[in-house]
């Protein structure tokens, strides 16, 4: 067959066949002039400037004030006031400076049980920018640290006195376990003491504010009329009362008088109601002229309180 009729029965087509090839046709000449339209003839709109105007350097500088425009926000001046970072409500945490999701981060370590014992506890925190704690550790109302690792003078002097004695063969006991620093795991560490018992000492530690006595332990609700584990705890643990953390007498509200112990809201909403009617109180002593201030409950409370 000659190359003409070749061609010729390339593009034998019935009706139906050429009409959709002459659709097709039109819709990609249609598609053609639509790209070519937006791509290139279509003006843009007012205020619009084409990339390719623009030069390089202006654009670079456009884009990074857009960014420091849109990044984030400058901290906002935190509120400086007297505060126990143990159980601090989030609202004060981002009132100090914090934002929620920081503050969020501090909870969520308390949830998984840490604590504060001092001032650099919080300042170790890695969402606690280092001027910020710098601001607040005036008014953070706990020790700047906790000497020798929690313990007490009394532990100090019993090392030193293995230390000089010249039979080391001799066995002494346990080593003692200063209660107002101890977390759980070094009291359930303790002979005696297993995870219901310290979480009840370190539930009461915490209402407290610290012990003062090793006879406080008697008032833990999971100890209570236990003499025989309580004599055995006194031989294993021991005090450091400087820890004990005290309220202000003449700032304290109801609420926080009302949670102690000692307090209670009976004699809570009458001591502020007798400093509010005599003015502020120059000593504890002075919390005597409260007629619900019995010498009971003074000689309980009173440790717990400072004044100027």
Known sequence: MSRPGRWKDAFNMH???RRASILL?????A???WVTWEQWLRPL???TVHFAT????AWEQEHRSGERRSGPRPERTPTLFPFDPNGLPL????ALGLSERQAAAIHAYERAGGRFRSKADVGRMRVVDPELFAQ???YIQLPDSVSGGGRSERMAERDAWKEDRPDRNVRVGPALVELNAADSAALVAVPGIGPAFARGMIKYRDKLGGYRSLDQLAEVYVLRDKSEALARLRERLVLDTLLVRRLPVNTVTVEELAAHPYGGWKVAKALVAYRKQHGPFRTVGDIRGCALVTDSVFRKLAP???AP
């Open 15 to 17: 009706r139906a066949e």
């Open 31 to 33: 598609a053609a002039a």
């Open 304 to 306: 717990y309180l400072t």
């Open 45 to 47: 709109p007012s205020g």
């Open 136 to 138: 607040w550790r005036p």
């Open 54 to 57: 623009v030069p390089m350097g």
């Open 25 to 29: 046709v039109i819709a990609i000449v």
């Open 91 to 94: 609202e004060q945490w981002t």
